[in-house]
């Protein structure tokens, strides 16, 4: 067996896991209930507009009814996280994609199904696979019902360009490092947010894959990483040593609104960086171990 061969097994796996396609349905449908609360409010403020603008014979508003309050670009999933569901959604993203396939290694070291594709195609190639496995399975998890969103949603509300005058309403303030082209190129920006939420979302599903090489529990494998980065951002918030404007929590980075706090590029660049290096240099350790089983 190459070792393509065993990756394109293990992409077949993911895509046809119970649990990838349970995990999926349910964010699909938090996305079609997200997206039915945002068009209520839409059609609502659109009929009071109506109802309220005053017009002329000819249906044209006397005054500027600024429909562009409400837009795709701020009614799809990723665009209003300080909704219900769309904060539900991004707080417990690091748990969620870690259920599908994370663990998958320690169930095969447990059943001794590790064994016989270690000498098929080696410990190197079958640790780097379940690495590039696990990060595939978190990304799609997430990016799946964010583009299912921004597709529904389009079908539901206009497109209008966000305007800088109203900028209340996107709440993508100076602080945030979208800014400039949120209002310059606001598809490409949606876009643009999906990709880094999925690379995120990839990255944290290393994680636990990482955290099943040292445990036998896969509750263990699963969540203790996720509570551990949860008791970070709730600490780097209150630490002394942090009281700045500048924002720590990567889970605010990833979202495309505002946070109270100055978002600053490299702070984010260094988080995923260090996300990227110290799960792939843990893989790479173990397969250099003598026993793996």
């Known amino acids: 067996m ?7 097994n293990e992409l077949f796996c993911i895509l046809h896991n119970r649990r990838f396609l ?10 079609v209930f997200d997206g039915l609360d945002a068009y209520r409010t839409y059609s609502d403020t659109l ?33 209003r996280p ?16 870690a259920i599908p396939y994370s663990w998958s290694h320690l169930q095969e070291r447990k059943t001794g199904y590790i064994r016989n594709v270690v000498t098929k195609i080696g410990k190197r190639a079958y640790f780097l696979g379940k690495y590039i496995s696990a990060f595939c399975s978190g990304f799609l998890t997430v990016v799946l019902p964010l583009l299912f969103s921004l597709g529904f949603i389009s079908c539901l509300v206009p497109a209008y360009r966000p305007n800088v005058t ?7 303030g100076q602080n945030n490092m979208y800014t400039d082209l949120y209002f310059s190129h606001p598809l490409l920006t949606a876009f643009l947010n999906i990709g880094i939420v999925g690379l995120f979302s990839g990255l944290w599903a290393t ?13 263990v494998a699963v969540f203790a990483p996720y509570l551990e980065l949860l008791f970070l951002l ?28 100055v978002h600053n590029i490299w ?9 990227l290096a110290v799960p792939f240099i843990v893989v790479l350790g173990q397969g250099r171990r003598s026993n793996v089983f």
């Open 207 to 219: 994680v636990p894959y990482t955290v099943s090489f040292f445990t036998n529990n896969r509750f």
């Open 2 to 8: 190459s070792f393509f061969r065993y990756l394109k």
């Open 47 to 79: 009929a009071e507009t109506l109802a309220c603008y005053p017009k002329n014979e000819e249906g044209v508003f006397l005054e500027y009814p600024y429909l562009q309050i409400y837009t795709l670009y701020n009614s799809w999933l990723g665009g």
């Open 267 to 275: 702070v984010f660049v260094g988080e995923m960086l260090i996300l």
């Open 166 to 172: 109203t900028d209340l309403y996107y709440q993508v």
């Open 82 to 97: 300080n909704k219900v569901i769309p904060l539900i959604y991004f707080y417990t993203m690091p748990a969620f994609v």
């Open 234 to 261: 709730a600490s780097a918030e209150r630490a002394l040593v942090f009281r700045s404007p500048i924002e720590t929590s990567i889970i605010e980075y990833i979202m495309v609104t505002a946070s109270s706090m």
């Open 22 to 31: 349970v995990i999926l349905l349910i964010l699909l449908l938090l996305s």
